[in-house]
């Protein structure tokens, strides 16, 4: 054995071991992304806020007008994750976190969860499931339009969300259909505005719009550099 080894050595061949070493994983922050746990933890996370507003309508401890708080407080956290969900990009090019990626359909799907309860809350609580008085409602004010709209187009964002979905349409109108979460984002925002110029309330206002424009911003400083 020792013979033919010896020989295969010499005309250039290579053994093979039986087990071959698993691949190493990426040390820091990228191998922790890549830990089988991350998504769990962050599906865990994400269920935090839902769970926090189901435990203070059960308990009555969401304040004097608890419809208003579990409409506002689901509103403000689908711009929240969508913040989180427009953030992955340009961190992935600023810390070299490029494991991020993995988990940015999830905080996209968790920004549509968050949108679906916003707007149940709003369906029920506020106008008693009343089909005709909710078309009525859309129509007749405006940042419920907008609000409204900005539902619209991310819906098919989150059905679309899938590798399926990326085969059938193609990568291309895939990217293009997915590029419609720059008109949510405008949307959402003037949305925000609208519904806090009635207390003139634009402190949190200024701060979202200030998130999403750098995030955005990054975005188009990036494509105009590309295309130099």
Request: net charge positive; with cysteine; glycine share 6%.
């Amino acid at each position: 054995m020792a013979e033919a080894s010896s020989s295969l050595a010499a005309r250039g061949g290579n053994v093979r071991p039986l087990h071959p070493s698993p691949r190493p994983r990426p040390a820091g922050v990228n191998g922790w992304l890549l830990r089988p746990l991350a998504k769990p933890l962050l599906f865990a996370l994400c269920l935090l806020p839902f769970v926090w507003l189901l435990y203070g309508a059960f308990t009555e401890t969401l304040g004097a007008n608890p419809a208003e708080a579990l409409i506002r407080a689901t509103g403000d956290w689908t711009l929240r994750f969508l913040c989180l969900t427009l953030a992955v990009t340009p961190l992935r090019h600023w810390t070299g976190w490029h494991a991020l990626a993995r988990l940015r359909r999830m905080l996209g799907l968790f920004t549509y969860f968050y949108v679906l309860l916003h707007l149940l809350c709003f369906a029920w609580l506020d106008m008693g499931f009343d089909v005709a008085e909710i078309a009525k409602d859309i129509g007749k004010r405006p940042f419920i339009l907008v609000g409204f709209s900005a539902f619209v187009l991310l819906t098919p964002l989150a059905l679309t969300s899938f590798n399926r979905a990326v085969k059938v349409l193609g990568a291309a109108r895939w990217q293009a259909l997915h590029r419609l979460v720059y008109a949510v984002a405008g949307l959402a925002i003037l949305h925000f505005f609208w519904m806090r110029s009635a207390k003139h309330n634009y402190e949190e206002v200024a701060v979202y719009a200030s998130i999403l424009a750098v995030l955005l911003g990054a975005r188009v400083w990036r494509w105009a550099r590309q295309r130099r």
